[in-house]
């Protein structure tokens, strides 16, 4: 199928998210799910959060440099919240933006539906970043910690 097409185009972020849920789903996770998250300054909405994860999907990448920096502001709003920040998208044909991108989000926070691997790796993060802060796992280093559990402390 080709990627910039309508057809392909229409329901992507609907059908990212499905796909996603249905695979963490087979792995025994059923994170809570929002669409639409509004950004933690300004009016700004990221497109999906999952858990503590927070996904911006696109069909097709940045539109030109001027939406890296932005992507970093996100980037830096939601770690400031305890968030983790992905960014996935169909391709970034535009290898300016596409490196611009992983500097900005982190190459391993960024990826690329078009290249081989990207999607076992992007399910792999969401389940482990899922799974590590799930309550269970949170209980075990609180109590290996006495308190507040690493990474928690002011909150």
């Not at 792995?27 to 639409?36: H, N, R, V, W």
């Not at 097709?60 to 970093?72: D, E, I, N, P």
């Not at 991108?101 to 539906?113: E, P, Q």
Request: overall charge positive; some cysteine; charged content about 25%.
């Amino acid at each position: 199928m080709n990627l910039r097409s309508p057809a392909f185009m229409a329901g992507f972020e609907q059908t990212v998210q499905s796909c996603l849920l249905k695979e963490l789903a087979a792995l025994g996770l059923k994170p809570s799910t929002d669409e639409q998250i509004k950004l933690p300054k300004g009016r700004a909405k990221a497109d999906l959060r999952i858990g503590h994860v927070v996904v911006e999907i696109k069909t097709s990448g940045l539109f030109g440099m001027s939406h890296v920096q932005k992507y970093r502001t996100y980037r830096r709003q939601l770690e400031s919240a305890g968030y983790r920040y992905l960014f996935f998208t169909a391709y970034e044909g535009y290898l300016p933006c596409r490196r611009g991108l992983m500097d900005a989000v982190g190459r391993r926070n960024v990826f690329l539906l078009d290249l081989p691997g990207h999607w076992p790796r992007f399910i792999k993060t969401v389940a482990e970043e899922i799974q590590k802060n799930s309550p269970a796992t949170r209980s075990a280093r609180t109590a290996r910690h006495g308190g507040l559990a690493a990474g928690e402390r002011g909150r």
